[in-house]
């Protein structure tokens, strides 16, 4: 079964950057698309940016678009959320899913129709 491993959360300033990985055992990620989706407190959970199997289709949502970049690396079974000129809404806890299922990016992440989950990482933006 598959595991999914957020990591590379934390504090950082407004205007700042971070790198968060997801790291997949149980199984081989490249059979799985990769959606990453943020939770703040008493909001609604997200769909930030999705990624296909191969990695040559992505989606982000309006709020991201421009200042998020996620990546793959199947050799690696890991997939990276590159987050610059952070702002405090986008302040979360991150998590990652796959879904093995026939889905676009975009549906997965609008629809957070995922079949695995990790157990997130938190981000917060302040100064």
């Known amino acids: 079964q598959l595991q999914l491993v957020e990591s590379g959360g934390g504090l950082v300033q407004p205007g700042g950057s971070l790198r968060l990985s997801c790291a997949a055992s149980?199984?081989?990620?490249?059979?799985?698309?990769i959606g990453w989706f943020r939770q703040a407190p008493g909001k609604e959970r997200e769909g930030v940016s999705c990624?296909?199997?191969?990695?040559?289709?992505?989606y982000y949502a309006d709020s991201v678009k421009g200042r998020f970049t996620i990546s793959r690396d199947n050799a690696k079974n890991t997939v990276y959320l590159q987050m610059n000129s952070l702002n405090p809404e986008d302040t979360a806890v991150y998590y990652c899913?796959?879904?093995?299922?026939?889905?676009?990016?975009?549906?997965?992440?609008?629809?957070?129709?995922?079949?695995?989950w990790g157990q997130g990482t938190q981000v917060t933006v302040s100064s």
């Open positions: 899913a796959a879904a093995g299922r026939l889905i676009t990016t975009q549906r997965l992440c609008v629809s957070a129709a995922a079949d695995y």
């Open positions: 149980g199984s081989t990620l490249n059979y799985y698309k």
């Open positions: 990624i296909s199997r191969s990695g040559d289709s992505t």
